[in-house]
């Protein structure tokens, strides 16, 4: 990044701007360069892997730049809406007109951001990383060796090009990568989409979504995971729902868990919707293996963390009643439409 030309770079992005014909053109700008995955916020990412020397000198450039642009596309809009009125005189303003089509958030959207509101009240930024992963990050790293039988459960998609590349399994890769590059404390999130070669069924599909946890510092106990678990499911399905935590196994963690809280159908009283059973998983959680703490050096003997997952379309169709993961993708308005 230090032998960028910023001013070049500048440059370009404003003659993108200003030479946009339409508002269409102009939105094109703007994600091309300081939207989410633009190339300016993509530069940002970036800065922590520079020298310490480096990163105020680019963070500060970069920002200014960002924020130039900014300035550059409202202007450029406000001409635009200017040249689009003074060419609208023969526009029939007494002519009816259609009533606008309403846009809403897909339920999997709205179940995703109110699990993010509730844990970033609670301290935790949420972190993001690659769909596509290296084998090392979403197995080894994550004690998971080559021949370890937990990988027959995420048997998935890889890629050909480049050959040992795989469709992350879960988003516990971007811990792994979290660690690597930020000293204790880390108190994160990670929510996005998963790729597992399972068949579509009403509870399963190959494309699936994920928010995980992770909290390592001094001190951190299991008694701490309980507490944030139970009020996370204590705020998205109220209060009086009774929760457990039930023994379990996953590589990464040790002890571990499943959370389940009361079925809200029938009160614990045993139904179709919990099995009988008066209780429904929502998540897997635990303790951090300290095996994992090699991989990122930190010390195991004067950290502690604590991790968890759950699946956003499963907490979803708890939530609203659905039956069948698969209606969250085939984009029917006639059942979008009910949220």
Same mark, same amino acid.
């Given at each position: 990044?230090?032998?960028?030309?910023?001013?070049?770079?500048? /440059?370009?992005?404003?003659?993108?701007?200003?030479?946009?014909?339409?508002?269409?053109?102009?939105?094109?700008?703007?994600?091309?360069?300081?939207?989410?995955?633009?190339?300016?916020?993509?530069?940002?990412?970036?800065?922590?892997?520079? #020298?310490?020397?480096?990163?105020?000198?680019?963070?500060?450039?970069?920002?200014?730049?960002?924020?130039?642009?900014?300035?550059?596309?409202?202007?450029?809009?406000?001409?635009?809406?200017?040249?689009?009125?003074?060419?609208?005189?023969?526009?029939?303003?007494? %002519?009816?007109?259609?009533?606008?089509?309403?846009?809403?958030?897909?339920?999997?959207?709205?179940?995703?951001?109110?699990?993010?509101?509730?844990?970033?009240?609670?301290?935790? +930024?949420?972190?993001?990383? #690659?769909?596509?992963?290296?084998?090392?990050?979403?197995?080894?790293?994550?004690?998971?060796?080559?021949?370890?039988?937990?990988?027959?459960?995420?048997?998935?998609?890889?890629?050909?090009?480049?050959?040992?590349?795989?469709?992350?399994?879960?988003?516990?890769?971007?811990?792994?990568?979290?660690?690597? %590059?930020?000293?204790?404390?880390?108190?994160?999130? =990670?929510?996005?989409?998963?790729y597992r070669s399972?068949?579509? +069924?009403?509870?399963?599909?190959?494309?699936?979504?994920?928010?995980?946890?992770?909290? &390592?510092?001094?001190? =951190?106990?299991?008694?701490?995971?309980?507490?944030?678990?139970?009020?996370?499911?204590?705020?998205?399905?109220?209060?009086?729902v009774p929760t457990?935590?039930? #023994?379990?196994?996953?590589?990464?963690?040790?002890?571990?868990?499943?959370?389940?809280?009361?079925?809200?159908?029938?009160? !614990?009283?045993?139904?179709?919707?919990?099995?009988?059973?008066?209780?429904?998983?929502?998540?897997? /959680?635990?303790? &951090?293996?300290?095996? *994992?703490?090699?991989?990122?050096?930190?010390?195991?003997?004067?950290?502690?963390?604590?991790a968890f997952g759950?699946? =956003?379309?499963?907490?979803?169709?708890?939530?609203? !009643?659905? +039956?069948?993961?698969?209606?969250?993708?085939?984009?029917?308005?006639?059942? *979008?439409?009910?949220?």
């Amino acid at each position: 990044m230090s032998s960028i030309d910023y001013e070049a770079l500048a /440059a370009e992005a404003r003659q993108m701007f200003e030479s946009a014909a339409d508002e269409h053109e102009l939105e094109s700008a703007r994600v091309a360069w300081i939207g989410r995955k633009g190339r300016i916020t993509l530069l940002l990412r970036q800065i922590p892997d520079l #020298p310490a020397d480096e990163r105020p000198i680019a963070g500060g450039t970069l920002n200014a730049l960002k924020g130039e642009l900014a300035a550059c596309l409202e202007e450029r809009l406000r001409n635009l809406s200017a040249d689009e009125s003074e060419t609208g005189a023969d526009f029939d303003i007494t %002519h009816p007109g259609r009533t606008p089509f309403i846009g809403r958030l897909h339920p999997l959207t709205t179940t995703l951001n109110e699990i993010i509101d509730v844990f970033r009240e609670m301290g935790f +930024d949420v972190a993001e990383g #690659p769909e596509v992963e290296s084998e090392y990050y979403n197995f080894e790293a994550l004690n998971i060796p080559e021949h370890h039988p937990a990988r027959g459960m995420w048997d998935t998609f890889w890629t050909e090009s480049p050959p040992g590349m795989v469709l992350r399994t879960h988003t516990s890769p971007v811990q792994i990568r979290t660690m690597e %590059h930020q000293e204790p404390p880390v108190r994160i999130i =990670v929510p996005g989409r998963c790729y597992r070669s399972d068949t579509p +069924d009403s509870t399963h599909s190959p494309v699936f979504h994920q928010v995980e946890g992770l909290y &390592v510092d001094e001190g =951190v106990s299991m008694a701490m995971l309980r507490g944030a678990l139970d009020t996370f499911a204590h705020r998205l399905f109220g209060e009086e729902v009774p929760t457990r935590f039930r #023994p379990s196994y996953f590589p990464f963690t040790e002890p571990s868990a499943e959370l389940d809280i009361g079925c809200f159908q029938c009160s !614990g009283k045993g139904c179709r919707l919990c099995k009988g059973t008066g209780w429904i998983e929502i998540l897997g /959680a635990g303790m &951090v293996n300290p095996d *994992l703490y090699g991989f990122v050096g930190y010390d195991p003997e004067k950290v502690t963390g604590y991790a968890f997952g759950m699946g =956003v379309e499963r907490i979803a169709m708890l939530r609203y !009643g659905i +039956d069948d993961i698969r209606l969250f993708y085939e984009n029917d308005l006639r059942f *979008l439409e009910q949220f």
